[in-house]
Nanobody, 125 residues
Framework: QVQLVESGGGLVQAGGSLTLSCAASGRAFSRGAMGWFRQAPGKEREFVAAIGRNSFSTVYADSVKGRCTMSRDNDKDMLYLQMNSMKPEDTAAYYC??????????????????WGQGTQVTVSS
């Protein structure tokens, strides 16, 4: 089992930047692909970004492409999402998720086995 804890959320002005972190513990973090998802009030949880086991492949949602960078540090069991040029529509709870033993990233939330509790991001206009 993998335990995931997100941090780094908060209030930021439109155009600003924020970096989210996700600390993993439990089974070897480095085994599987990881993803970031977000959920705004009254909306479905949606894909933001995903990264493969060894960081060779990353995938981004069109809504954040060019503004976000996802990275991971397998030695430290950490996952990151750097967000720039933020917009009010980025406001949501952000969740990290693990595919555990599967190496390839996925945009489908149903492919992820373990989830964190989320961290709130609010972008003011």
């Amino acid at each position: 089992q993998v335990q995931l804890v997100e941090s780094g959320g908060g209030l930021v002005q439109a155009g600003g930047s924020l970096t989210l972190s996700c600390a993993a513990s439990g089974r070897a973090f480095s085994r599987g692909a990881m993803g970031w998802f977000r959920q705004a009030p009254g909306k479905e949880r949606e894909f933001v970004a995903a990264i493969g086991r060894n960081s060779f492949s990353t995938v981004y949602a069109d809504s954040v492409k060019g503004r976000c960078t996802m990275s991971r540090d397998n030695d430290k069991d950490m996952l990151y999402l750097q967000m720039n040029s933020m917009k009010p529509e980025d406001t949501a709870a952000y969740y990290c998720a693990s595919r555990q033993v599967v190496w390839t990233p996925s945009t489908d939330k149903k492919d992820y086995l373990y989830w964190g509790q989320g961290t709130q991001v609010t972008v003011s206009s």
